[in-house]
């Protein structure tokens, strides 16, 4: 009973101890409701996620989520990682999710436990 008062003490530790990005000068609203940048309106602050792209390194992907809200795309990688994709411009994903697309994305790499490693800018996936 002891050791699983202390491992669940231990995990709330570490839970509460994620990073949280610095977002003076973000437009939180208007990028969690531009789903899959089909607005437009996340395209406008690329320059700002570039200058800040290090902001995001270790931040959860719980917390990601709450702030950026779900990723227009979700995959999973080897040895338990994850990538969370979010649409920067408007292109065919937005008729259907599933078409290929090569508009512009921001893609947060995650460890197993669950903390930004890596955050890249591309056109399409990963």
């Keep these: 009973m002891r050791i699983l ?9 570490f839970a509460s101890c994620t990073n949280q ?6 437009d939180v609203e208007s990028f969690k409701k531009d789903r ?12 700002w996620l570039k ?11 719980n917390d990601l989520e ?7 795309i979700q995959q999973l990688a080897d040895r338990n990682q994850e990538y969370y994709v979010y649409f920067l411009e408007k292109g065919p994903h937005c008729d259907n999710i599933k078409n290929p697309s ?5 893609a947060f790499r995650f460890s197993a436990m669950g903390l ?7 056109q399409g996936l990963p």
Excluded at 36 to 47: F, L, Y
Excluded at 66 to 72: A, E, F, T, Y
Excluded at 102 to 106: G, I, L, P, V
Aim: charged fraction near 20%; hydrophobic fraction near 35%; charge should be neutral.
């Design 66 to 72: 709450d702030i950026l809200g779900k990723p227009d």
């Design 102 to 106: 090569s508009a512009r994305t921001m």
């Design 116 to 122: 930004t490693t890596e955050i890249t800018f591309q």
């Design 21 to 26: 990005p610095d977002l003076a000068g973000f």
């Design 51 to 61: 200058a800040h792209k290090m902001t995001w390194k270790g931040v959860s992907s």
């Design 36 to 47: 899959g940048s089909c607005g437009g309106t996340r395209e406008k602050q690329i320059d």
């Design 5 to 13: 008062t202390t491992l669940a003490l231990a995990l709330f530790l």
